[in-house]
Nanobody, 112 residues
Framework: VQLQASGGGWVQAGDYLRLSCVVS????????MGWYRQAPGKPRELVAS??????NYADSVSGRFTVSRDNAKKKVDLQMNSLKPEDTAVYYC????????WGQGTLVTVSS
């Protein structure tokens, strides 16, 4: 299993970022894939999920984040707009329920 997330960086509040996750192994055959995040000192949380035709978002990101997937490329993306300082976290992609292996994630830092 490989979960390679990229696209993070340092941005200012109101900016945008697009995260991408390349998935290898059997995990992509899982219907539901998700983006999770873990802020310093906080538990990991699911912020967006996508299945064959449905997306769901945590209330904290609804209307600002958009999750998409490319089955041919085995890739899951997360478009993040209107970023806020509270979005600062390490972002991971994984299945739902998640595989035991999480990968390194990608760090997003939003300054005020």
């Amino acid at each position: 299993v490989q979960l390679q997330a990229s696209g993070g960086g340092w941005v200012q509040a109101g900016d945008y970022l697009r995260l991408s996750c390349v998935v290898s192994g059997s995990i992509f055959s899982i219907n539901r894939m998700g983006w999770y995040r873990q802020a310093p000192g906080k538990p990991r949380e699911l912020v967006a999920s996508i299945s064959s035709g449905t997306t769901n978002y945590a209330d904290s990101v609804s209307g600002r984040f958009t999750v998409s997937r490319d089955n041919a490329k085995k890739k899951v993306d997360l478009q993040m707009n209107s970023l806020k300082p509270e979005d600062t976290a390490v972002y991971y992609c994984n299945g739902i329920p998640p595989n035991a292996y999480w990968g390194q994630g990608t760090l997003v830092t939003v300054s005020s």
